[in-house]
């Protein structure tokens, strides 16, 4: 694949240039605001790139999906987005240009995590009852609290349970209530990333825990979601359908 490496110059971004070769892909281009001006192979903006790509990566911020998405529309290539923190408004512009281009969109591109949210789902569905609390863990350096890997894990347990309410932080005083999921973040040194998930019924806890020992796993996935989402039709796709599609 002739991969469009969008926030290039970021972690993720270099981690993903270390593994292309390796992996049997090529750079069409990096870009990010960050590279050295005449840099070759390498630009500021997506409009300064017109050659030909497969596809786009991006690993960059949020706050650059409008541009992003418009880019992609023009030129009809297919996106992975492995971004998080989008804004309702960002996420409505995500849902428009699904409509032209195939756009692959999660908040962690680990396999595991998606086989993760599954036997999230699973256990849900099985315990009705019990209490669920969410723990993460990443480094002290990330911006968005709770991560958007645990709201996924949160929302697969609602997608069983839509009466359940999400409490982000026990802060105050007051019994657990039935309904609620609990989401606790931590922040700690070079943690790469911790979600656990804790299904207790009172007389039994069930415990499904996913740690990511190397970053690389995540730009791994990302471009296996990459290579997946080549020749898919417009539409919005995650990791459930790369999941479901691989099994």
């Known amino acids: 694949m002739r991969i ?16 292309l070769e390796p992996a049997g892909h090529t750079l069409a281009a990096g870009v990010s605001p960050e590279v050295v001006p005449g840099t070759p192979g390498f630009y500021q903006t997506l409009a300064a790139f017109t050659g030909p790509a ?6 960059s911020n ?5 541009e992003l998405l ?15 923190g989008q804004t309702p408004e960002e996420l409505a512009r995500i849902g428009r240009a699904a409509g032209t281009v195939p756009v692959f969109r ?6 595991g ?13 099985m315990f009705p009852d019990a209490d669920v609390e969410i723990v993460e863990a990443h480094h002290n350096q990330k911006l968005d609290v709770p991560s958007g890997t645990a709201l996924m894990l949160a929302n697969a347990v609602r997608s069983v349970r839509p009466e ?26 070079n943690e790469v990333g911790m979600h656990e998930i804790l299904i207790t019924t009172g007389n039994e806890t069930l ?25 898919k039709p417009a539409g919005l796709y995650n990791m459930q359908d790369l999941l479901e599609e691989s099994l």
């Open 4 to 19: 469009l490496l969008h926030g290039c110059t970021g972690r993720m971004g270099k981690t993903v240039l270390s593994l």
């Open 54 to 59: 497969d596809v786009v990566l991006d690993f």
């Open 62 to 66: 949020h706050a650059a999906t409008g």
């Open 70 to 84: 418009d880019y992609c529309e023009q030129r009809r290539l297919p996106v992975v987005l492995a971004t998080t």
């Open 106 to 111: 999660s908040a962690n591109m680990s396999l």
């Open 113 to 125: 995590i998606a086989v993760l949210l599954d036997l999230a789902r699973r256990a849900a569905r």
């Open 164 to 189: 359940a309410e999400f409490v982000v932080g026990r802060h105050e005083n007051g019994k657990r209530k039935k309904s609620e999921i609990g989401i606790h973040s931590l922040r700690l040194g």
């Open 207 to 231: 415990t499904l825990k996913h740690e990511a020992e190397s970053r690389a796993l995540f730009a791994e996935g990302a471009l296996a979601a990459a290579a997946w989402l080549m020749g």
